[in-house]
T-cell receptor, first 115, second 114 residues
Framework: AQTVTQSQPEMSVQEAETVTLSCTYD???????LFWYKQPPSRQMILVIR??????QNATENRFSVNFQKAAKSFSLKISDSQLGDAAMYFC????????????FGTGTSLTVIP | KAGVTQTPRYLIKTRGQQVTLSCSPI?????VSWYQQTPGQGLQFLFE???????NKGNFPGRFSGRQFSNSRSEMNVSTLELGDSALYLC?????????????FGSGTRLTVV
């Protein structure tokens, strides 16, 4: 079974500080893609960052970076210099192109940013 | 470029009725996927369409169906609504049905079954 585990239902961070959201996943496939999505109250899922499993280098997008540990099947998201606009629900997910291609999502982490 | 448009934004239906939700993808996107989001089950895959063909279907009963038109717009239909069908239904579009291509989500349709 394809599963994604986000063990932190809620997290909070002080504005301008750094926070790390955890994610582990389980798949026996070797070719897959990992994602972090953000869902603010507007409900739209917004892509934060994406990582191809075959790439060893961790992806980075401005203040967002990941720590991808393939052997441990871990994919954590680090948000640096947190801003009020980062407050949202964050979902970890992956897709496997050869077996259906759908997103498998975790249960989400609600991030609060404290001014 | 306009984003993914889902209509209606909110919907209230009575148990036993049927409902049709619409998703207009970004221009040029031919792949459309649907997801159901509930507090209890989280985000679950419903189906994916590409060029009017259903490529994949999630583990949902036959009451859930969908289709895609030649202009790539997609609809999903739920018949004989149950209280448990209350959820946020999200659609996402992409140029191609492969993770190499970015998927853009709409803001969803909030369905309430009473």
């Amino acid at each position: 079974a394809q599963t994604v585990t986000q063990s932190q239902p809620e997290m909070s961070v002080q504005e301008a500080e750094t926070v790390t959201l955890s994610c582990t996943y389980d798949t026996s496939e070797s070719d897959y893609y990992l994602f972090w999505y953000k869902q603010p109250p507007s409900r739209q899922m917004i892509l934060v960052i994406r990582q191809e499993a075959y790439k060893q280098q961790n992806a980075t997008e401005n203040r967002f970076s990941v720590n991808f540990q393939k052997a441990a099947k871990s994919f954590s998201l680090k948000i640096s210099d947190s801003q009020l606009g980062d407050a949202a629900m964050y979902f970890c997910a992956y897709r496997i192109p050869n077996t259906g291609n759908q997103f498998y999502f975790g249960t989400g982490t609600s991030l609060t940013v404290i001014p | 470029k306009a984003g993914v448009t889902q209509t209606p934004r909110y919907l209230i239906k009575t148990r036993g009725q049927q409902v049709t939700l619409s998703c207009s993808p970004i221009s040029g996107h031919r792949s459309v996927s649907w997801y159901q989001q509930t507090p209890g089950q989280g985000l679950q895959f419903l189906f994916e369409y590409f060029s009017e063909t259903q490529r994949n279907k999630g583990n949902f009963p036959g009451r859930f169906s969908g289709r895609q038109f030649s202009n790539s717009r997609s609809e999903m239909n739920v018949s004989t609504l149950e209280l448990g069908d209350s959820a946020l239904y999200l659609c996402a579009s992409s140029e191609q049905p492969h993770p190499n291509y970015g998927y853009t989500f709409g803001s969803g349709t909030r369905l309430t079954v009473v």
